[in-house]
């Protein structure tokens, strides 16, 4: 495989609200509503597939209704699910959105369900077969005894960094692509500067870091080179899932050898993309779509 991706898979249940609602007070219209999976690493996943990479799934789900749910959509897109396990009388995470209407900002509501992960042989043996293992720290355990075999079979690195978690400080010196949110860098390293928090980052042992910024694109970091890659204008629905397709297609673009600025832009394309439909997996795109809206943008 191209990416095994170890971490979290939840239902999502996501409605667009025209605001944050009052305990005991509003009643809210939906203006539209959806039901979908996500998760960090999964959702990055199913990106990856899309664009046409060879991917699979290490985690827990339930045995319910929005297990089998999971299952099915893993399943619809090709990710290998050989070492997925499914917890017998367990129930699969859920987690509810509220979607602003006209500006896609989210509030996440998260049932954390699903019971722990732990690794065997097998596992190792699908890490080792892969070229990337992608993590987002939940199963924290397993995850770092991933990163450890990874580590020692030559198999790349990446993490989803979205807040500081324990136990990071045994987890970066293993990881080789460092992919944060803009809230992570400076409350992991008590930096305010991007850019010198950034560095920071890389001293702790990756070779690049990637610091998401919204709207505003990204910024690369790798050796002594900082480089801005700007974000693309689009009719926002729903920012549900931009940062995991982010991750997803820039995994593709180093899976293709692309030079970095390159790969960024292709990251900021499809990011940019699933915003424009409700849920984090709607609007993940095909490789042709993405080509044909970088087309359309360069004109």
């Known amino acids: 495989m191209d990416v095994v991706g170890l971490g979290y898979c939840a239902l999502d249940y996501l409605g667009i609200v025209p605001g944050q609602p009052e305990f005991d007070v509003d009643t809210v219209s939906l203006s539209d509503f959806a039901k979908s999976g996500g998760g960090p690493v999964s959702t990055a996943l199913v990106a990856m597939a899309r664009l046409g990479a060879c991917t699979g799934y290490i985690g827990v789900l339930g045995e319910d209704e929005g297990g089998a749910f999971l299952k099915g959509e893993f399943e619809q897109e090709g990710v290998d699910l050989n070492r997925l396990r499914v917890q017998a009388g367990a129930r699969s995470q859920i987690c509810m959105v509220l979607v602003e209407a006209g500006t896609g ?4 509501l998260c049932y954390r369900a699903a019971g722990e992960l732990v690794l065997d042989e097998a596992d190792r043996t699908c890490i080792s077969s892969a070229r990337y293992l992608h993590l987002d720290g939940h199963y924290m355990d397993a995850a770092i005894t991933a990163a450890c075999w990874a580590r020692a079979d030559e198999v790349k690195v990446s ?17 080789d692509v460092l992919i944060a949110s803009e809230r992570f860098p400076p409350a992991y390293t008590g930096q305010d500067d991007q850019v ?8 702790m042992g990756p070779e690049i870091v990637v610091i998401t910024l919204g709207a505003e694109g990204c910024l690369c970091l790798w050796e002594d080179q900082v480089v801005h890659v700007p974000g693309f204008q689009v009719n926002v629905v729903d920012t549900t899932g931009a940062g995991d397709a982010f991750h997803g297609a820039f995994l593709y673009g180093l899976l293709q050898g692309w030079e970095l600025e390159r790969t960024a832009i292709f990251a900021n394309a499809v990011a940019a993309i699933n915003c424009t439909c409700l849920s984090g997996r709607a609007g993940l795109p095909s490789l042709s779509e993405v080509e044909v809206f970088l087309k359309e943008k360069a004109h």
């Open 105 to 108: 900002r989210r509030s996440i």
């Open 159 to 175: 993490f989803d960094a979205n807040r500081p978690r324990p136990r990071l400080d045994e987890l970066l010196p293993l990881v």
């Open 196 to 203: 010198q928090a950034g560095r920071s980052l890389l001293e």
